[in-house]
């Protein structure tokens, strides 16, 4: 069966990366509201990608490195963790400290943005970053989860 965590950390952690896209789009044309607006997202979407990280971490070391993680190596697609997961944690330390670069490049130059494009820029590269970023460790967790599932079905 699978752990509720494992959705609560994925639901989470994309509901962030969803929140900083919506801070990029803002950016694109920013008006004062437009940059009010995506200061309160940035804020947001850092307390999900956080909770996401400590749901996700307390997942890992309670259930997946016990249970799970050697069912994987066993089956039929070890490189699923050995590859996948493996690259998956170590972008993901990355995500709560870009998330609070973004957020606090947002929030110090909040004026700026609207004369300065080498900062709006900067901050909308740093939103597509964390979109991106966090997108593709969704689909390498899938990945992890259907390494775990195929071995499963063959045991």
């Known amino acids: 069966m699978v752990h509720p965590l494992i959705g609560l950390h994925a639901f989470l952690g994309e509901l962030g990366a969803i929140g900083f896209l919506w801070v990029l789009i803002e950016l694109i044309n920013p008006t004062e509201e437009r940059v009010k607006r995506a200061k309160i997202v940035s804020l947001i979407s850092v307390v999900l ?5 400590i749901s996700g971490g307390y997942y890992y070391v309670n259930y997946y490195g016990e249970s799970v993680k050697p069912i994987i190596k066993e089956g039929p697609q070890p490189w699923a963790h050995a590859i996948f997961m493996e690259t998956k944690e170590h972008v993901f330390l990355f995500l709560p400290f870009l998330s609070i670069l973004t957020m606090s490049a947002l929030w110090s130059n909040g ?36 390494g775990a599932r195929m071995a499963l079905e063959v045991r």
Not at 117 to 145: D, P, R
């Open 49 to 53: 990608i956080f909770l996401s990280w």
């Open 111 to 146: 004026r700026q943005i609207l004369k300065n494009k080498k900062i709006k820029n900067s901050i909308i590269a740093l939103s597509l970053l964390i979109f991106v970023l966090a997108f593709a460790i969704g689909a390498m967790g899938y990945i992890v989860s259907a």
